[in-house]
């Protein structure tokens, strides 16, 4: 007889990595496929935003502005809304085209910040008119003439107009003097 000792498997089977069956693999791709949803779900995103924004503030200002001159302001209501909207209109153009931390200020809040910062005289002083001249408007119930409504409208009209930029390079640059 043979005195060699044999040895027995105790193990069905051998060894097998984690990384090589099949729980692994199919957690794998979809992982891979959970990240692959997810580029493609931000690029989407990304690129509608992106699209948004092909109208400019000064483009999107005047469409606003030129809609309020087209009407008739005849009863108080009308008036206030037309301010409402105005002043909105400006605190929103002055907060993308340079900016300025001022589109949930109040008018005279606005007024205030124009006085601290670097801007053309002329353009300061059109704003901050508009701002104070409607306040009473606004909140006082004052009636609004028709001929002052259109006034403010064209000296919005003429903010926007002096402030577009010559140049592409140019869109964050205030003019000063």
Known sequence: MNNQIELYDIYSTWHVPFWQTKWFY???IGFI???CIAALFSFYRWYRKKQKRTTTP???ALTI?????NKQY???QDGKQCYYTLT???KTYLQNRFSFP???KTDEQVARYLDTIELDMKIKRNVQSILRGCLLIKFANEQAVNEQIQ???KLAQELVITTIPQKPDQTKSAPTS
């Open 74 to 76: 005849a009863t108080q």
């Open 58 to 60: 000064w483009d999107a």
């Open 102 to 104: 001022v589109a949930h």
């Open 151 to 153: 006034e403010h409208l």
């Open 26 to 28: 199919w957690t794998t």
């Open 65 to 69: 502005i030129t809609q309020l001159q």
């Open 33 to 35: 496929l959970a990240l």
């Open 88 to 90: 909105n209109v400006i």
